[in-house]
Every structure is written in C-alpha cells, then in structure tokens.
C-alpha cells in the first residue's frame, strides 16, 4: 500500500547527528518544566493511582489533588530520492509528544481528570507540530468491592475535544478532526486491600470508543486530490493488563495494552491498524508526594500497512504505529498539603488505626457467616500485617527515645576544664 508522506522539503526532521537527537529531546522536556502517550483516549498517561498505561479501579481519596508532566519520543531514519538526483538521502524523522494530566479526587467513588497534549509532532508542512493538541476529560467511577476484599471495580467515562490544528498523524494512533467519546470497564486485585499500593497488584481494562468522525476528511485542504471522506463512524476495541511490584522507593510494572477496530477508518488514515504493545517500566519515590517515571513501549504487532494514499509521494520505509517509545514522566500530589510534612511515625500510627477498624468488621461478618474457618485465615493474615506495622513503629519510638536521652546527656555534662 501507498503511504502519504508529505516531501521532504517540507518534512520537519533533524539530521542523524547526534546533536540533533538529544537536542529535540531536550527540548521536548524543557518545555514541560519536567520530564506521553498516544492520542488513543485509553493509553492517555494516568496520573491518578495504579500503573502508567493501564488504569485501576482505584479513585484517588477526596480532596487529592494529582500532577503529572511527561515528555515521549520516538525516531526513525528514513531514505529518499530526491528528484533529478542520483541515490538517496537519509534523515531522521522524529515523533515527540508532551503533556500534563491534573486527577482530583471528587468523593470516595468519583475521580475527574483532565488531560490537555501541549505538545505534539506533526511531521507537516509549515511548522511540523501542534502547539496545544487535543484535550481529554474523564469520569473514573470506581473502588467498589467490600472492604477487606482484594478485588475493586469501577467504570471511566472519557470525553476527546479536537482542539488541535492538524489531525491523523504519522506515528500516532488514529484521531479525526471531531469530538469523541467512550467506556472503560476496569477491574483491581490487590494483595493488600487495606493499602493496595504497598503490595502487589493486578489490573484488567476493556474499552470501547466511537470517534464519531463521519464526514471527516483525514488529509489536509492543501491535498485536493484525496476525496475520500468517512462514511461509517470509525470504532475500536482497547484492552490492557498490568502487573505492579511496589517496594520502598521503586515501583516495577509490567504492561500489555493495545486496540482493535470494530470499525476501520477510511484508507487514507495512517493509523487504521490494530497493535499491541509491551510496556516494562519503572518508579522511583524520592518523597511521599513525589514519583518519577520511566517506561518503554515496545509494540509486538501489526507490521501490516493498510494504508493508501494514490498519487501522492511517500517515505515507504516508515511505520504507521511507532516501533518503539520512551517515556519520561514525574508525578505530584498537590493537595493535601498536610502530605508534605507527615511523619512515617504517623502514618504507621494511622494504619494501626486502620487495621483495628478492620478487625471489627471481620469479626462482625464472622458472626453472620457459615465460613468461619475462611474468615479466621482472614483475621490472621491481618494481625500478622499489624504486627509487622507496629514492630517497625517501635523501632521508630525507641530510636526517638534513644535520640532524646542521648541530647540530654550531652547537654547535661559539663565542658572539660
């Protein structure tokens, strides 16, 4: 099949240099102020609780208050002739993507997030990017499940508005110049139900989005030749899976996720075939209210090229869907500001408060259940939990104490003579 690509006079690219490289990548990370994903509304980045790609079921606690920035890249070299010229040429075509995403936590059931792309390139005449691309909203309606119970469940409503100046782009999954919308149903298990993001966790999505794109034409007015317009709203299919290892200050996860057309796009559309991809990743935790993310999306499939652009000149070379991309992202929480200066001593000291409140409501569901052998395994592996909590809470009280009694002997001797 064809491929529009548009001449490589007016392709935005940096030469193969090595200054070129990590000059627009530097760039992309300057401009947000800190260290993306896709224009697909599922793979957007997730800045509230759970995996990067992948969303849990998990809604952040009332009145929090999340930030993430984030910067992603990806770069290929592409050979062509020139007109009039004998061999070719080669230059490297590059994708770069940067956004922010703001989560708030409603209530105990509701989380909204809204997720603007500042950045992205467009590999087009002109300037070759969107300054201020398109901006999703979206509705998380979740951690339901009992208490104590290691599965939650939840919904996420999202909304896309086209606020960007070009659409259907290189490298990029599909977007038209319309506003779409779409479901996502997801699903937690957690290890630790009491404090999920301390244990080991798994997370499960299956989506459904309508781009809602009919009469759309996907290239630009300076190309008169293209008359195919789409005729049936374009619709997909996303799933993803995750699985998260947290420990004291690194987060390991592992990610699948990707989407399948229940309805393609026309074929003048770059993106109009289904993928998957991998995503290892990690966090660090320098602070409580701090985490700063790295992540890698190596796609599995679909090497296939469906599209087709007749009559217009083409790099054959490059790929509809990136091959691989990195991700550089940090994320904050704003609010509460009490986060800031809470002690381990004090969370400890809450979580035994926690765990106590958790024991009476088990011991009250023991009684009114048959299953008391499986409701006493339950209150065991929660003593054993607390346990554990307070044995490192009175290592923290005796340290204090040993601290204190030795400032006292210091200030209570007397300066040698």
């Given at each position: 099949m064809e491929r529009l690509i548009y001449s490589p006079s007016t392709l935005r690219f940096r030469s193969g240099a090595?200054?070129?490289?990590?000059?627009?990548?530097?760039?992309g990370a300057l401009f947000l102020g800190l260290c993306g994903q896709t224009t697909q509304a599922w793979s957007q980045i997730n800045a509230g609780r759970g995996p990067l790609n992948v969303r849990s079921a998990w809604t952040l606690e009332p009145g929090y208050l999340t930030l993430s920035t984030y910067t992603r890249f990806f770069g290929k070299v592409a050979k062509f002739?020139?007109?009039?010229?004998?061999g070719t040429n080669a230059i490297t075509v590059w994708d770069v993507q940067g956004g922010l995403s703001l989560n708030y936590g409603i209530s105990k059931h509701f989380e909204a997030s809204l997720l603007p792309i500042l950045y992205q390139d467009t590999n087009r005449g002109g300037k070759g990017y969107n300054f201020l691309d398109d901006m999703f909203l979206f509705l998380k309606i979740g951690s339901f499940g009992s208490k104590g119970n290691s599965l939650s469940y939840?919904?996420?409503l999202g909304v896309r508005f086209p606020t960007a100046k070009g659409h259907n782009v290189l490298f990029e999954p599909y977007a038209a110049d319309k506003t779409g919308f779409g479901i996502n149903a997801l699903l937690s298990y957690a290890r630790d139900p009491l404090y999920p993001e301390d244990a080991f966790s798994m997370h499960f999505n299956l989506g459904y989005w309508n781009h809602n794109d009919v009469g759309a034409k996907l290239t630009p007015?300076?190309?008169?030749?293209?008359?195919?317009?789409?005729?049936?709203?374009?619709q997909e299919l996303s799933y993803g899976a995750a699985?998260?290892?947290?420990?004291?200050?690194?987060?390991?996860?592992?990610?699948?996720h990707g989407w399948t057309f229940l309805q393609a796009p026309p074929l003048t559309a770059y993106s109009r075939e289904s993928v998957t991809y991998v995503s290892p990743g990690v966090s660090y935790k320098p602070y409580r209210w701090m985490t700063m993310q790295l992540n890698a999306d190596i796609r599995v499939t679909n090497t296939a090229d469906k599209t087709n652009y007749p009559g217009v000149?083409?790099?054959?070379?490059?790929?509809?869907?990136?091959?691989?991309?990195?991700?550089?992202?940090?994320?904050?929480?704003?609010?509460?500001?009490?986060?800031?200066a809470i002690?381990?001593?004090?969370?400890?000291?809450?979580?035994?408060?926690?765990?106590?409140?958790?024991?009476?409501?088990?011991?009250k569901e023991q009684r009114e259940t048959e299953s008391a052998e499986e409701e006493l395994e339950r209150i065991k592996d929660e003593r054993r939990k607390a346990e554990r909590e307070l044995e490192r809470l009175r290592r923290i009280l005796e340290g204090e104490a040993e601290r204190q009694k030795a400032e006292q002997g210091n200030g209570n001797s007397e300066p040698p003579r």
């Amino acid at each position: 099949m064809e491929r529009l690509i548009y001449s490589p006079s007016t392709l935005r690219f940096r030469s193969g240099a090595v200054k070129g490289i990590f000059g627009r990548i530097l760039i992309g990370a300057l401009f947000l102020g800190l260290c993306g994903q896709t224009t697909q509304a599922w793979s957007q980045i997730n800045a509230g609780r759970g995996p990067l790609n992948v969303r849990s079921a998990w809604t952040l606690e009332p009145g929090y208050l999340t930030l993430s920035t984030y910067t992603r890249f990806f770069g290929k070299v592409a050979k062509f002739a020139q007109p009039g010229q004998l061999g070719t040429n080669a230059i490297t075509v590059w994708d770069v993507q940067g956004g922010l995403s703001l989560n708030y936590g409603i209530s105990k059931h509701f989380e909204a997030s809204l997720l603007p792309i500042l950045y992205q390139d467009t590999n087009r005449g002109g300037k070759g990017y969107n300054f201020l691309d398109d901006m999703f909203l979206f509705l998380k309606i979740g951690s339901f499940g009992s208490k104590g119970n290691s599965l939650s469940y939840g919904v996420n409503l999202g909304v896309r508005f086209p606020t960007a100046k070009g659409h259907n782009v290189l490298f990029e999954p599909y977007a038209a110049d319309k506003t779409g919308f779409g479901i996502n149903a997801l699903l937690s298990y957690a290890r630790d139900p009491l404090y999920p993001e301390d244990a080991f966790s798994m997370h499960f999505n299956l989506g459904y989005w309508n781009h809602n794109d009919v009469g759309a034409k996907l290239t630009p007015s300076s190309f008169p030749k293209d008359t195919v317009r789409v005729l049936n709203m374009t619709q997909e299919l996303s799933y993803g899976a995750a699985l998260l290892f947290p420990f004291e200050k690194f987060d390991f996860r592992f990610e699948v996720h990707g989407w399948t057309f229940l309805q393609a796009p026309p074929l003048t559309a770059y993106s109009r075939e289904s993928v998957t991809y991998v995503s290892p990743g990690v966090s660090y935790k320098p602070y409580r209210w701090m985490t700063m993310q790295l992540n890698a999306d190596i796609r599995v499939t679909n090497t296939a090229d469906k599209t087709n652009y007749p009559g217009v000149s083409k790099f054959a070379s490059l790929p509809n869907y990136a091959n691989w991309r990195i991700t550089l992202g940090t994320k904050i929480t704003i609010l509460p500001t009490s986060l800031y200066a809470i002690s381990e001593r004090d969370i400890l000291m809450k979580r035994a408060e926690s765990r106590r409140e958790l024991f009476e409501q088990i011991i009250k569901e023991q009684r009114e259940t048959e299953s008391a052998e499986e409701e006493l395994e339950r209150i065991k592996d929660e003593r054993r939990k607390a346990e554990r909590e307070l044995e490192r809470l009175r290592r923290i009280l005796e340290g204090e104490a040993e601290r204190q009694k030795a400032e006292q002997g210091n200030g209570n001797s007397e300066p040698p003579r």
